[in-house]
C-alpha cells in the first residue's frame, strides 16, 4: 500500500473518531455546541503549537507556522456549524446533508479545474454513494430546516478547507497556522459557555481528545495526504468516514450491528476501493 492511502486511511479513521466524540460529548448534552467547538480548536492549537515550536529548535527549519486565514475561518465555520447542526439533527440525517455537501462542492470544484472521472472512477462513486444512502434512509426523519442548513454550511467549509489543504505546503506547518488563527473566534466560545456552565468535566474531556488528537494530529495527516489525491478522489474516499465510525460504535458503544449495515458498508468500502483505483491500472 501506497504511503498516500496509508495516510488517507489513518485520516479517515482520526475523522469517524471525531464523530464519536462529538456524538457522545453533544448527544449526551456533556458540553454545549460553542464550548465543544471552542475547546476543540484551542485544544487543537496548543498540541500543534508546541510540535511546531519544537520543530521550528531544528536548524534550517524555516517559519514555526504557515497556513491562511482564509483556512482558518473555513476549519472554524465547518467545526461551529457541525456541532450547531448535530444538536438539531439525527445522526443519520447529519451524516447524509454533511458529506452529500462535502461530494457536490469537491467534486464540482474538480470538474471545474478539469479533473474528469474515469468511467470506473465514476462507477464506483456511484456504487458507494447509493449504498450510502440506502443505508441511512430508514433512520432519516424530516430534517429541522435550520439544522440542515447549517450542515450544508459545515459540508462546504470542510470541502474549502481540504481543497486548500492540497497547496498548503508543509502539513504540519499549515495545519498549526490554521488552528492557531481560529483562537480569536475558538476563545470567546469557551468563555461563554463556561460562563453558562455548559462545560460538564465529561464533556471537556471529550473536547480535549477531539482538539487535540483527532482533528489536530489528524488534520495534519489528512494535508499530508491530499498531496497525492486528486479532488474527486479526496471526496469519495471520505464517504467511508460514516461506515468506519458506525463500525466504531459497535465496538466502543455497543450499539447493534444489522445485516443492513454490514451490505451496505461492504458496498461502500467496495465502491470506494473500485473507484480510487481506476488511475493506478
Known amino acids: 500500500m501506497s504511503s498516500t492511502l496509508w495516510l488517507t486511511a489513518v485520516a479517515m479513521v482520526a475523522f469517524a473518531s471525531n464523530s464519536l466524540l462529538a456524538r457522545l460529548a453533544l448527544g449526551n448534552d ?7 467547538t471552542g475547546i476543540r480548536l484551542a485544544s487543537g492549537a496548543a498540541v500543534l503549537a508546541l510540535i511546531a515550536l519544537r520543530a521550528h529548535k531544528q536548524p534550517a527549519t524555516g517559519p514555526a507556522i504557515g497556513g491562511s ?3 482558518a475561518f473555513a476549519l472554524f465555520a465547518y467545526a461551529i456549524a457541525f456541532s450547531l447542526a448535530y444538536a438539531k439533527l439525527g445522526a443519520a440525517v447529519g451524516a447524509l446533508v454533511l458529506f452529500t455537501a462535502v461530494q457536490a462542492t469537491m467534486i464540482g470544484w474538480g470538474l471545474a479545474q478539469g479533473d474528469r472521472p474515469s468511467r470506473r472512477e465514476t462507477a464506483g462513486l456511484a456504487v ?3 449504498a450510502f444512502v440506502l443505508w441511512l434512509s430508514p433512520a432519516v426523519t424530516r430534517p429541522d430546516p435550520l439544522g440542515t442548513l ?3 454550511a459545515s459540508g462546504i467549509a470542510w470541502a474549502v478547507y481540504s481543497l486548500r489543504g492540497k497547496a498548503a505546503g508543509d502539513p504540519m506547518r499549515a495545519t498549526a497556522g490554521n488552528f492557531l488563527r481560529t483562537l480569536p473566534f475558538a476563545v470567546p466560545l469557551v468563555v461563554v459557555s463556561l460562563w453558562q456552565g455548559g462545560v460538564s468535566i465529561e464533556g471537556l474531556g471529550l473536547a480535549l481528545v477531539s482538539g487535540g488528537v483527532t482533528s489536530g494530529l489528524g488534520y495534519i495527516v489528512w494535508y499530508r495526504a491530499l498531496g ?3 479532488a474527486l478522489s479526496a471526496a469519495i474516499v471520505q464517504l467511508s468516514v460514516p461506515v468506519i465510525a458506525a463500525l ?3 465496538l466502543f458503544l455497543s450499539e447493534t450491528l444489522s445485516l443492513r449495515f454490514v451490505i451496505a458498508g461492504g458496498l461502500v468500502l467496495g465502491g470506494i476501493a473500485f473507484a480510487l483505483t481506476a488511475r493506478r491500472r
Open 30 to 36: 456533556a458540553i454545549d455546541p460553542g464550548g465543544f
Open 128 to 130: 458507494a454513494f447509493a
Open 228 to 230: 497525492g489525491l486528486t
Open 248 to 250: 466504531g460504535a459497535v
Open 69 to 71: 486565514w482564509a483556512s
Open 150 to 152: 447549517l450542515m450544508i
